[in-house]
Nanobody, 122 residues
Framework: QVQLVESGGGLVQAGGSLRLSCAASGSIFSINAMAWYRQAPGKQRELIADITRVGTTAYADSVKGRFTISRDNAKNTVYLQMNSLKPEDTADYYC????????????????WGQGTQVTVSS
């Protein structure tokens, strides 16, 4: 059974920084894309950053230049470094991974973390 466990959320003042981590555990053959989503109160979940297995990244305009996504394939872990945080970054943050559990599987499976809350005070 694969599990994604997030850590690193919390309360920070505007202009501050936080680093989120998400580690996958269990039976894993390979991990394709990794990503971070967020969901603010009353809003839909949105993709804010993703990274391919070889390290190609993409960002939503709202976080470009402030957030950095990275991954450690040896540790099955994805990170999100968040700098220059703004009150509008307040949300629940979710990690996502597309995982091959076994090399013989016909398709990979999407997994989600449990979510971690980030609150930015003004």
């Amino acid at each position: 059974q694969v599990q994604l466990v997030e850590s690193g959320g919390g309360l920070v003042q505007a202009g501050g920084s936080l680093r989120l981590s998400c580690a996958a555990s269990g039976s894993i053959f390979s991990i394709n894309a990794m990503a971070w989503y967020r969901q603010a109160p009353g809003k839909q979940r949105e993709l804010i950053a993703d990274i391919t297995r070889v390290g190609t990244t993409a960002y939503a305009d709202s976080v470009k230049g402030r957030f950095t996504i990275s991954r450690d394939n040896a540790k099955n872990t994805v990170y999100l470094q968040m700098n220059s945080l703004k009150p509008e970054d307040t949300a629940d943050y979710y990690c996502y991974m597309n995982i091959w559990v076994h090399s013989s599987d016909d398709q990979s499976i999407d997994y989600w973390g449990q979510g971690t809350q980030v609150t930015v005070s003004s």
